[in-house]
């Protein structure tokens, strides 16, 4: 089957970066994270609780300080003892408080991601083909990992210490209020210095945040493609290149990282300066008024500490924020996943699959184009009916239309005109899931998975039995050879079948076919890896097979169909010729032609 997927290496522009892509423009774009936070609102209340303990415990502290200050020049000297064993079951509770914030807030961080993970995964697993025309595979699995990684940290460690920051904040600047309003006053004054740099480079460092994320996908899917075609790159020589157009890549995100650490370096040296600045400004002040008797000696510490308190909540509130632009580049990646709308869609109200069909499929003037090549017609008015139980195959040369016709009928792409019925229902009034349950396909390139053969072998029917599997091999002639293996039907059979040979993939991918037992066998270019015997004994399962379901073939070996019911000649997306094998070969034209070549070919080789 042509794959119609357009992966070539870019290195000119991130994936993330065409036009068509929405940037990050506010925080706000985290809100997207609240429906999957929202199940575990108790667990959330629990750890708000702990953080405003904590946080409160820890405005405690410099009081408990200043009393015991204060207590070494007071007639409350006898006190201090007490003094000493409050502070010590202040910082106790402090500890507990701690603990049970990490615990809740890293909890629920891992579970709202794993949420988010099986969201997007289930959604991009659902998706048509003409979705990963556009689209790398290996950028949606940098969204999948990278990116959720990046709100894992978020909300299991950033968003606490940025509210637990804020309640310190904001209490430490009451408190100092109460200490000294007039020290409160001057500290007052350096905030807008601080504000107006995190605004400024903190929208810069969000448009950073995104590229460079954006950088990392393209890394990622540049990585997957060569990996998953290694043995052709390798073939080619080609690992060079691959390699340089990999570096290429990874250095474009290099550098995009570094503008954002950069950019956030610069922010924090500014924050943290202008804070210290003004404590020493405060602790200048302070120390005067001390001299002069206005304030003790304990409330001079006490409210230094909140200072301290106040501007180490600033300058992690800078730090934090920009974490959280990262992240919001990164809940707007998800969310745009979730949000893709697909060119194929099940109906809002699906009729049901008739019952007692027996497989009758109508193809009424089908006209198509595949979304990547819309001036090319694929499809041009194509009619004809498949009755139930009759074998029906399609030849013509390469990019005739022919496998085109399972794309549409598997409901991979919905045509531009015309319309497909089964036993009567059109497709697109039933869901995918339902009439797809009705059909086996064996594709012209099977997909192995990384399991054991038998596993494979089940993917066809997930409850059926050992002994079914085995049948349904011994029926394709893949018993044999899967015997022969080390472990047998339990052997590990590499990533991608990468331990079997094109026949023996094609073989489990007919045993898989034949264990669906569905009314309807789709079936393209099924025997084309195998060898003389194995094709003739494959064939001979799928004649049986065939008995009273209907089939479908697609074949440039016209050998394999010549038993068919029906052969319908593809030409230029049109059907331009039907019938016997017997009944073409005696009309001439197309099919003449290519039985001529094959089997004078044939009889040559012989």
């Given at each position: 089957?042509?794959?119609?997927?357009?992966?070539?290496?870019?290195?000119?522009?991130?994936?993330?970066?065409?036009?068509?892509?929405?940037?990050?423009?506010?925080?706000?774009?985290?809100?997207?994270?609240?429906?999957?936070?929202?199940?575990?609102?108790?667990?959330?209340?629990?750890?708000?609780?702990?953080?405003?303990?904590?946080?409160?415990?820890?405005?405690?502290?410099?009081?408990?300080?200043?009393?015991?200050?204060?207590?070494?020049?007071?007639?409350?000297?006898?006190?201090?003892?007490?003094?000493?064993?409050?502070?010590?079951?202040?910082?106790?509770?402090?500890?507990?408080?701690?603990?049970?914030?990490?615990?809740?807030?890293?909890?629920?961080?891992?579970?709202?991601?794993?949420?988010?993970?099986?969201?997007?995964?289930?959604?991009?697993?659902?998706?048509?083909?003409?979705?990963?025309?556009?689209?790398?595979?290996?950028?949606?699995?940098?969204?999948?990992?990278?990116?959720?990684?990046?709100?894992?940290?978020?909300?299991?460690?950033?968003?606490?210490?940025?509210?637990?920051?804020?309640?310190?904040?904001?209490?430490?600047?009451?408190?100092?209020?109460?200490?000294?309003?007039?020290?409160?006053?001057?500290?007052?004054?350096?905030?807008?210095?601080?504000?107006?740099?995190?605004?400024?480079?903190?929208?810069?460092?969000?448009?950073?945040?995104?590229?460079?994320?954006?950088?990392?996908?393209?890394?990622?899917g540049n990585a997957s493609e060569a990996l998953l075609s290694v043995q052709t790159v390798q073939a080619f020589t080609h690992e060079r290149a691959s390699a340089a157009d990999f570096d290429l890549v990874t250095e474009k995100s290099f550098d995009s990282a570094k503008k954002r650490i950069a950019t956030r370096a610069v922010m924090t040296?500014?924050?943290?300066?202008?804070?210290?600045?003004?404590?020493?400004?405060?602790?200048?002040?302070?120390?005067?008024?001390?001299?002069?008797?206005?304030?003790?000696?304990?409330?001079?510490?006490?409210?230094?500490?909140?200072?301290?308190?106040?501007?180490?909540?600033?300058?992690?509130?800078?730090?934090?924020?920009?974490?959280?632009?990262?992240?919001?580049?990164?809940?707007?990646?998800?969310?745009?996943?979730?949000?893709?709308?697909?060119?194929?869609?099940?109906?809002?109200?699906?009729?049901?699959?008739?019952?007692?069909?027996?497989?009758?499929?109508?193809?009424?003037?089908?006209?198509?184009?595949?979304?990547?090549?819309?001036?090319?017609?694929?499809?041009?008015?194509?009619?004809?009916?498949?009755?139930?139980?009759?074998?029906?195959?399609?030849?013509?040369?390469?990019?005739?239309?022919?496998?085109?016709?399972?794309?549409?009928?598997?409901?991979?792409?919905?045509?531009?005109?015309?319309?497909?019925?089964?036993?009567?229902?059109?497709?697109?009034?039933?869901?995918?899931?339902?009439?797809?349950?009705?059909?086996?396909?064996?594709?012209?390139?099977?997909?192995?998975?990384?399991?054991?053969?038998?596993?494979?072998?089940?993917?066809?029917?997930?409850?059926?039995?050992?002994?079914?599997?085995?049948?349904?091999?011994?029926?394709?002639?893949?018993?044999?050879?899967?015997?022969?293996?080390?472990?047998?039907?339990?052997?590990?059979?590499?990533?991608?079948?990468?331990?079997?040979?094109?026949?023996?993939?094609?073989?489990?991918?007919?045993?898989?076919?034949?264990?669906?037992?569905?009314?309807?066998?789709?079936?393209?270019?099924?025997?084309?890896?195998?060898?003389?015997?194995?094709?003739?004994?494959?064939?001979?399962?799928?004649?049986?097979?065939?008995?009273?379901?209907?089939?479908?073939?697609?074949?440039?070996?016209?050998?394999?169909?010549?038993?068919?019911?029906?052969?319908?000649?593809?030409?230029?997306?049109?059907?331009?010729?039907?019938?016997?094998?017997?009944?073409?070969?005696?009309?001439?034209?197309?099919?003449?032609?290519?039985?001529?070549?094959?089997?004078?070919?044939?009889?040559?080789?012989?």
């Amino acid at each position: 089957m042509t794959s119609q997927n357009t992966t070539s290496p870019k290195v000119a522009a991130p994936a993330g970066a065409s036009e068509d892509r929405a940037k990050s423009r506010r925080i706000g774009s985290l809100r997207a994270l609240l429906p999957f936070m929202a199940p575990y609102s108790a667990m959330i209340a629990a750890a708000i609780a702990a953080l405003v303990l904590t946080a409160i415990v820890s405005l405690t502290l410099p009081l408990a300080v200043r009393r015991v200050v204060d207590g070494f020049e007071s007639e409350a000297a006898a006190l201090l003892d007490q003094y000493f064993l409050a502070a010590l079951g202040i910082a106790s509770l402090l500890a507990l408080g701690t603990g049970l914030r990490y615990y809740l807030v890293t909890r629920l961080g891992e579970r709202v991601v794993a949420d988010i993970r099986k969201a997007v995964f289930d959604r991009m697993i659902a998706m048509s083909p003409s979705f990963y025309e556009k689209i790398m595979t290996g950028e949606v699995l940098s969204r999948i990992t990278t990116d959720t990684t990046l709100l894992l940290s978020v909300i299991s460690s950033s968003v606490s210490v940025a509210l637990r920051n804020l309640l310190i904040l904001i209490g430490g600047l009451g408190l100092m209020m109460v200490t000294s309003p007039k020290l409160t006053g001057a500290v007052l004054l350096i905030v807008p210095l601080i504000i107006v740099p995190i605004v400024v480079l903190g929208r810069r460092l969000r448009n950073l945040s995104r590229e460079n994320q954006d950088w990392i996908a393209e890394s990622s899917g540049n990585a997957s493609e060569a990996l998953l075609s290694v043995q052709t790159v390798q073939a080619f020589t080609h690992e060079r290149a691959s390699a340089a157009d990999f570096d290429l890549v990874t250095e474009k995100s290099f550098d995009s990282a570094k503008k954002r650490i950069a950019t956030r370096a610069v922010m924090t040296v500014i924050v943290i300066a202008l804070v210290f600045a003004g404590i020493v400004g405060v602790l200048w002040t302070g120390a005067r008024d001390v001299r002069a008797e206005v304030m003790s000696v304990g409330e001079l510490i006490q409210f230094l500490i909140y200072a301290i308190m106040v501007a180490g909540s600033v300058g992690a509130l800078s730090e934090i924020w920009g974490e959280l632009q990262r992240a919001s580049g990164a809940t707007e990646r998800l969310v745009e996943l979730l949000r893709t709308t697909d060119s194929v869609a099940d109906p809002a109200q699906p009729i049901a699959l008739p019952k007692g069909g027996r497989g009758e499929i109508v193809f009424d003037h089908l006209r198509f184009s595949y979304p990547t090549r819309p001036e090319t017609s694929a499809l041009d008015g194509v009619s004809f009916t498949i009755k139930p139980g009759e074998t029906v195959a399609l030849v013509g040369p390469s990019g005739a239309g022919k496998s085109t016709i399972f794309q549409l009928l598997l409901r991979f792409y919905d045509p531009v005109a015309g319309r497909i019925t089964l036993d009567g229902a059109d497709l697109r009034e039933m869901t995918r899931a339902s009439f797809r349950a009705a059909m086996a396909m064996v594709p012209q390139d099977p997909v192995i998975f990384a399991a054991s053969a038998r596993e494979n072998i089940r993917f066809g029917r997930p409850d059926a039995t050992d002994a079914e599997v085995e049948e349904a091999a011994k029926a394709a002639a893949a018993h044999d050879f899967l015997t022969a293996l080390p472990k047998g039907y339990d052997t590990y059979v590499g990533e991608r079948g990468l331990m079997l040979s094109g026949g023996q993939k094609q073989r489990i991918a007919i045993a898989r076919a034949i264990l669906r037992d569905a009314p309807i066998l789709l079936l393209d270019e099924a025997t084309s890896a195998l060898d003389a015997e194995s094709e003739r004994a494959v064939q001979d399962a799928v004649t049986r097979l065939s008995e009273g379901r209907t089939t479908l073939i697609v074949a440039h070996r016209l050998a394999t169909v010549k038993q068919a019911d029906r052969i319908l000649v593809f030409e230029a997306g049109k059907i331009v010729a039907e019938g016997t094998h017997d009944s073409l070969v005696a009309q001439g034209g197309l099919y003449a032609r290519l039985a001529r070549l094959q089997f004078t070919e044939g009889l040559a080789a012989e």
